[in-house]
């Protein structure tokens, strides 16, 4: 787009309504990033992936779902799931381990629940790519009128996991639709030591798919690109392999220091292609915000997730006895067992049933 | 000698066997230019260069089944597994091929591979930073599995796993990696697979324990020592091939044998001492053999310290022991 001039809204057939509900949950996506990051180094969050700089991706390809549709996602989606509407206290109860953490303190994954259908993102990368295609596979067979969503990283591609689900969804094409977050790095490792190939987009093209490589830092393009596309596979059309380039602009999480092998230069070069400030430049060059507006909008948001962090750090913590729950549908007795063992040492309450 | 962590009595272990053999080279993600993720690569890489020292794609699987081709060719491979919860992705070519390769092969090819990977809890880690896999590997025939506990063992267990002829899978209790520090010795030092070490005398009860979990074990002990009970703690080292020797000779002498492991409790590696015990010392007993594991559940990132086999689980069990 870089020289020139953006097109109008209406030419890319966007509300103004469209336009900030996006950029609102960009901003808010940061916002909260931002206090996570805190919250960690506080020790109130075990570990965080930070998604800074990509918020594009999540709020570009959550957008382009209906509510119906189903997300596997991977661990730096925060901006997807805004974009589907869960509020920032659910994340929060979520992230803190609260009485309220709809995943009861199992796992690390930012978010999951079934009432947004949102799966509970993996740690071992790629292992969600072939549940993505099994799941659907199934609505297929169920005659729903769904589309599932997988997003991953670039690293993901080198694993096993992608290609066998990739390739199996080439051949029953059920309506799956993979998306490629190229964030450039795999911890250490850049995507140029990741794969010989120049882009991920083609590597679809071996398994008979389409390859769609977009500017993830622009969340228009990837807005656009995936809607089509996600409303295409919707119509029976085949999977699709999108890869949204970006630039992880923090660490790989909170444990990680990427100064160990990564220029500033290269960082701040990135950095001068924040999706949130070109964005911004954007409604404001269109006239659908203007300064003051923003300033404002940022200020709410602000305010807001302040006011929940402040809330979720007062809520109660998980009762010891949960580890036990949802191990199986019912705890056989070796389980009930320990339970009781874990009761006597602690001093604790019943265990419920999960 | 030099006062190390665990990390680094890793990381000189490494040094020392790449030094001495040119056939060793290290690969796995992110051990180059970053050092590994808990940096027990550090600097290899500008000392050996890229061919020695790779950096590789993120695939377990490929990091493990290169690594094989490798031994195959003459290489002495130590390949990394960033955390032991993401072996899995490489299970197939561990179970399948690096186990089976000198067998299946009746001794024409064989793999000396030693995979290296961090594991256990007590860091919040979560699910997956956090499993104790080793009764997987234990299981497998064609494999050794290694668990050290103290920066010198690291340091003597790695080297004679490098130089071992066979396959070895080499676990590193993470939350020892930077919290102990002593004197290891310097330049070639090894320490045998197969043998283990008392780590703690005693005449009332023994505690059998590898990892991590030999920290816990003591603790007990120590309490337990105030209570008038007198804890031995045996530190296994390695579990294929274990010491039954020094297994057999302390429960005869104490009759009372604790097994304590991070791992869940049902087929962990604790069952397979029980079993041994119960087969071949059974008359020596005084008290049923008791284990303290992990519970039958993933591992929780909520309430780990209630899931580890910690000291007043341990010493509960101690008492229990003694009580019968």
Sequence with gaps: ?354 | MTVMTFAKAINDALRHEMKRDERVVVLGEDVGVNGGVFRCTEHLLMEFGPSRVIDTPLSESAIIGVAIGMAMNGLRPVAEIQFSDFIFGGFEQLVSNLAKIRYRNAGHYFAPVVVRAPVGGGVRGGMYHSQSPEAYFAHTAGLKVVIPSTPSDAKGLLISSIRDEDPVIFFEPKRLYHSLREDVPDGDYTVPLGKARLVREGDDVSVITYGATVYDALEAAERAAKEGVSVEVLDLRTIVPYDWEAISRSVRKTGRPVIAHEAQRTAGFGAEIAAMIAEREIYSLEAPVLRVTGYDTPFPLVHEHHYLPNPERILRAIRRSVAS
């Design chain 1, 1 to 354: 787009m870089r020289g020139k001039a953006p097109p109008d809204p209406e030419t890319l057939g966007l509300s103004s309504e469209d336009l900030t509900r996006m950029y609102r949950t960009m901003v808010l996506t940061r916002v909260l990033d931002r206090y996570l990051l805190r919250l960690q180094r506080m020790g109130k969050v075990a570990l965080y992936a930070e998604t800074i700089g990509e918020e594009a991706v999540g709020v570009g390809t959550g957008y382009a779902l209906r509510p119906e549709d189903v997300l596997f996602p991977s661990y730096r989606e925060l901006g997807a799931f805004l974009m589907r509407g869960v509020p920032v206290s659910e994340i929060l109860d979520r992230m803190l381990n609260t009485v309220d953490d709809p995943l009861k303190g199992h796992e690390f994954a930012i978010f999951g629940d079934r009432r947004y259908n949102i799966v509970p993102a993996p740690t071992p990368v790629a292992t969600q790519i072939p549940l993505a295609v099994g799941y659907a596979m199934a609505s297929k067979v169920k005659g729903e009128r769904i589309v599932v969503m997988t997003i991953f990283g670039d690293g993901a591609t080198s694993k096993g996991d992608f290609h066998e689900g990739v390739n199996f969804a080439s051949v029953h094409k059920p309506p799956v639709v993979f998306v490629c977050r190229n964030n450039q790095y795999a911890i250490s490792t850049h995507v140029s030591k990741q794969t010989g190939s120049s882009t991920i987009a083609q590597k679809a093209v071996a398994y008979g798919l389409e390859g769609i490589r977009v500017d993830g830092n622009d969340v228009l393009a990837v807005y656009l690109t995936t809607r089509a596309v996600v409303e295409r596979v919707r119509d029976g059309g085949a999977p699709v392999l999108i890869e949204a380039l970006t630039y992880r602009l923090g660490a790989h999480t909170t444990s990680d220091d990427p100064k160990r092998y990564r220029t500033e230069e290269e960082v701040q070069r990135w950095a001068k292609l924040d999706p949130i400030e070109r964005m911004r430049g954007y409604l404001i060059a269109k006239g659908v915000i203007d300064e003051e507006r923003d300033v404002a909008l940022r200020a709410e948001i602000e305010g807001l997730v302040a006011a929940e962090v402040e809330r979720a750090l007062q809520r109660p913590g998980l009762e010891p006895a949960v580890i036990f729950e949802d191990v199986y549908a019912s705890p056989p007795w070796t389980l009930l067992e320990q339970a009781e063992e874990l009761k006597e040492l602690s001093g604790l309450q019943k265990v419920t049933k999960g």
